[in-house]
């Protein structure tokens, strides 16, 4: 949520477009709720970028090896604890364009849409972890952000 805030600021340009889209959907009668978001699809966006780009843990796991394996020519034996660099997966320039931009709009479509789940970008999204083990908290952690930031900048300008 600091996260976010910071953005903010650091970012104007897209604070006010999540207020425009707040207006739009919301209005000021009422604060924004679950049933607003998948009607925000700009908010949504700025979230997943927020996750990429800042990346709030950069090294995942550890996870144990269950076999001997190999990867790029290295050779892991089983029961080797290996950790993921969340970081470069968020920043890889291979695959992410301007990785180092702040662009909510990379995640959404030519018409505005967010990208469905099964995208490959959203797939490279490793924010909460990955497997069985992956973060039991990030349901709550996401709609507490989509909450929080929605309602704070439908009733606030943030500046430094
Ligand atoms: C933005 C907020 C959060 C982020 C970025 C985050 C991220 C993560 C990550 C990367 C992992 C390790 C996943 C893996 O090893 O693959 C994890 C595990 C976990 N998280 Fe979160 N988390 C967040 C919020 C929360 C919240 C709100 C809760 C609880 C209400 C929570 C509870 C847990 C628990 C219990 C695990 C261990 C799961 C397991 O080992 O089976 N997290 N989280």
Known sequence: MYTALAAMVNFPEVQKKIQEE???VVGKDRLPGLEDRNKMPYSRAVELELYRYYTPIGAAGPRNTTQD???KGYSIP?????IYNVWRVHHD???WENPFTFDPTRFLDDNGDLLPPEDEKRQRLLTFGVGKRS???EKLARVRIFLGLTSILQN?????
């Open 135 to 137: 973060c039991i908290g």
């Open 156 to 160: 606030f300008d943030l500046a430094s």
């Open 69 to 71: 394996c190999s990867y």
């Open 93 to 95: 320039e291979s695959f």
């Open 78 to 82: 089983k029961g080797t604890k290996v």
């Open 22 to 24: 707040i207006q739009r």
